[in-house]
């Protein structure tokens, strides 16, 4: 249907447009990343164009970050980056502001790791898995500070 419409009237960005809406919901995000490219150049300054790509390659780049923290060693730094990259396309994606929590704990900055959690709950307070995280990464944070401050205990436990 989608390629129907693009072939009847391929200069129509609208179709494009909705296209890549459609492609995205599908899980076909290079494709809809392409619809979505064409729209903006067909009808260049349309906000909502605009928008749509920006918020698809957010998409990519957190597909692409949650490859290399899956990976065997996890590549964090390059995934903090494309997280990054991502939350600049779209600061609203808490997908991102998730992985970036994680990718953080994997580094050991409980810290940063924390504010990222909780970022990702202010945009969605729904989002259980970063909830469950979030309490997770503040008792390995308290773990990891007892050792340190307690040597004498811990010299004891081994």
Known sequence: MVRTAVEAEPDNPSYYYKGSITLARSGKLPLALDYAKRAVELAPGEPAYELQLRMLRSRLRIAEARELLSANPPRTEPAIGLLKEALRLDPLAADARLLLGIAYRMRGEYGRSIEALREAL????????????????????????????????????R
Do not use: F, G
């Open 122 to 157: 202010q945009l969605n307070p729904q989002y259980e898995e970063a909830r469950r995280l979030l309490r997770e990464v503040r008792s390995e944070r308290r773990r990891t500070l007892k050792q340190l401050y307690d040597p004498i205990n811990h010299k004891r436990d």
